[in-house]
């Protein structure tokens, strides 16, 4: 049978589409209250031509069958609260717990719909930033050393020589060293492989300020896995921005002051080590349906199939 036909036939025939409840207002938010439980997880995603939803999930369901509460087209905290304010706020208040991230916005959507929950920053978008702190200065030597080799040809050829590139004992250039280091300083050092023990010998003995900025990285990572209690978790950590401050690395001063800003969410990790991954696992598993489907043309019918599928 025609793949096309078939799914029209669905569409308008087989499923019940037609007389879905949510079918008018589906495009701009789905709410499905039945679904609500104590743990909750908030995040955004992009659904077709860059347009963000934010979407509300239930930990307890695990991705499956149940695991949609609201899925909502924006990301501005006051229409998103506009709809989850139409749950009942019994359900609103006996939530727990909310996962989510560093944004703003996110923040006061669960500050304002669930009251009485704990609201935990997932740790690993907070390695993320001290991890993008690394790459930012690594870039920036890789950046120096495109400068200085293009300056090194140019009077090369002013003095009509030619141009031999430095190559380390590995057999990279500088700028190739860097460029080749970025997946190495996201990793914990027991698990490089020998080429990359011996390109991370060779960038931290050339560029010392990024071995300290590594081992700030692989710090605060470690407090998130050793760390067992808050006030455990609170005293590492005034330790560690002791050690941003000694580093003078800005980029990870930054990253300290953002850590102070939410250190209340972040420390609340510590209470069940819950994190956000239900939904960054949620989210892939759109993105994947959306790709199966060969991209979204009919927005409605989409969000129709993605709620029969975990609604």
């Known amino acids: 049978m025609d793949g096309k036909q078939l799914q029209q036939q669905y569409k308008h025939h087989i499923s019940d589409y037609k007389d879905w409840e949510q079918q008018g207002h589906a495009s701009e938010w789905m709410l499905f209250e039945k679904n609500m439980g104590t743990h909750l997880s908030i995040d955004e995603t992009a659904l077709s031509n860059d347009e963000l939803y934010t979407v509300v999930t239930n930990k307890s369901a695990k991705g ?3 695991a949609l509460v609201a899925m909502v087209k924006s990301t501005q905290a006051e229409r998103v609260t506009e709809v989850l304010l139409r749950i009942s706020e019994r359900l609103r208040k006996q939530v727990q717990e909310v996962t989510l991230d560093m944004a703003a916005s996110m923040n006061l959507i669960v500050k304002r719909c ?71 300083l996201f990793k914990h050092k027991d698990v490089w492989t020998g080429t990359q023990k011996q390109r991370a010998r060779l960038m931290f003995e050339r560029y010392p300020l990024i071995r300290e900025a590594y081992d700030l990285s692989q710090k605060l990572a470690a407090i998130f896995r050793h760390c067992t209690t808050k006030e455990q978790a609170f005293k590492k950590l005034a330790l560690w921005y002791n050690d941003v401050e000694a580093a003078g690395i800005e980029s990870f001063r930054t990253v300290s002051r953002s850590i102070e800003t939410h250190y209340l969410a972040i420390l609340n990790f510590f209470n069940n080590r819950n994190t956000n991954a239900s939904a960054e696992s949620f989210n892939a598993k759109i993105k994947a349906f959306r790709a199966s489907a060969r991209g979204v043309r009919d927005i409605k019918f989409f969000l129709f199939r993605l709620a029969k599928l975990y609604a």
């Open 114 to 184: 669930f009251p009485k929950a704990d609201r935990v920053i997932d740790r690993f978008h907070v390695q993320q930033l001290a991890g993008e702190a690394v790459q930012e200065l690594r870039i920036k030597y890789r950046w120096m050393e495109l400068d200085k080799e293009n300056e090194q040809i140019a009077q090369a050829k002013k003095s009509q020589q030619s141009y031999t590139p430095e190559l380390l004992s590995n057999g990279d250039s500088p700028k190739q060293l860097l460029a080749r280091s970025r997946f190495l």
């Open 64 to 66: 499956q069958k149940g």
